[in-house]
């Protein structure tokens, strides 16, 4: 993962810079009082498959897509590194995500580059995604994004793990995600809830251990 505090930056202004007046004047590339869903995250390319690297165009056409940054609609966060410069693109509901390695010249003719990998459609679908976007077309969602019921289940497993982590017993996670009244008709080894909480917590220690990372590929399957 590369986060705005991470990537090496090149020389010149850092948009997300802030100052720490109580420890010493220190620059942040990212304000610490925010949250950290509020900071943008720069995730690398190869490891997040909706991420559309864009390079030199060798083929250009007279409709071919052109690199015009500031005629795309929404917000725009950058972050120039010394591997070149990501873009978060967001406008609406919608977002984008930009590598440009070389970063070309404004309305340069750019393409993108689709390494013919296990992850080679879902690129494919960005790229074509992200072409409807720059053109001004209406795009409402992103392809394959994770169902409401899908991150459900993931928010559960993740305080699952969080608890187990933290010392608590099966039961008492039970107790917190299922609530009591639940558990009270049957005895707890033979409670269903009881696998279901095993399950949870196994689960959330395999997305600790980078079954996360399936989910930045765009993969479908989601982890048991």
Same mark, same amino acid.
């Given at each position: 993962? /590369?986060? !705005?505090?991470?990537?090496?930056?090149?020389?010149?202004?850092?948009?997300?810079?802030?100052?720490?007046?109580?420890?010493?004047?220190?620059?942040?590339?990212?304000?610490?009082?925010?949250?950290?869903?509020?900071?943008?995250?720069?995730?690398?390319?190869?490891?997040? #498959?909706?991420? +559309?690297?864009?390079?030199?165009?060798?083929?250009?056409?007279?409709?071919?897509?052109?690199?015009?940054?500031?005629?795309?609609?929404?917000?725009?966060?950058?972050?120039?590194?010394? *591997?070149?410069?990501?873009?978060?693109?967001?406008?609406?509901?919608?977002?984008?995500?930009?590598?440009?390695?070389?970063?070309?010249?404004?309305? !340069?003719? +750019?393409?993108?580059?689709?390494?013919?990998?296990? #992850?080679?459609?879902?690129?494919?679908?960005?790229?074509?995604?992200?072409?409807?976007?720059?053109?001004?077309?209406?795009?409402?969602?992103?392809?394959?994004?994770?169902?409401?019921?899908?991150?459900?289940?993931?928010?559960?497993?993740?305080?699952?793990?969080?608890?187990?982590?933290?010392?608590?017993?099966?039961?008492?996670? !039970? *107790?917190?995600?299922?609530?009591? #009244?639940?558990?009270?008709?049957?005895?707890?080894?033979?409670?269903?809830?009881?696998?279901?909480?095993?399950?949870?917590?196994?689960?959330?220690?395999?997305?600790?251990?980078?079954?996360?990372?399936?989910?930045?590929?765009?993969?479908? /399957?989601?982890?048991?």
């Amino acid at each position: 993962m /590369r986060t !705005a505090m991470e990537a090496p930056s090149a020389p010149g202004p850092r948009p997300f810079a802030t100052t720490s007046p109580g420890a010493g004047g220190c620059d942040f590339l990212v304000d610490p009082d925010l949250n950290a869903d509020e900071s943008p995250v720069f995730w690398l390319p190869q490891l997040h #498959s909706t991420t +559309v690297v864009l390079v030199a165009n060798p083929i250009a056409t007279a409709d071919t897509l052109r690199f015009q940054p500031d005629h795309w609609r929404g917000k725009r966060i950058e972050r120039r590194a010394e *591997d070149g410069l990501f873009l978060i693109l967001i406008n609406g509901t919608s977002e984008y995500r930009l590598w440009l390695p070389d970063p070309p010249s404004e309305g !340069a003719s +750019v393409a993108a580059l689709i390494p013919l990998d296990h #992850s080679a459609e879902i690129r494919a679908a960005a790229a074509a995604r992200f072409r409807v976007y720059a053109l001004a077309a209406e795009v409402e969602h992103s392809p394959r994004a994770p169902p409401r019921l899908s991150l459900a289940r993931h928010i559960g497993r993740l305080r699952a793990l969080d608890a187990h982590l933290d010392g608590a017993s099966y039961r008492s996670i !039970a *107790d917190t995600l299922f609530g009591r #009244s639940r558990l009270a008709n049957e005895p707890w080894k033979t409670c269903s809830l009881r696998d279901t909480t095993i399950r949870l917590v196994r689960t959330g220690m395999k997305l600790m251990r980078g079954g996360y990372l399936e989910f930045l590929r765009g993969c479908s /399957r989601q982890a048991e």
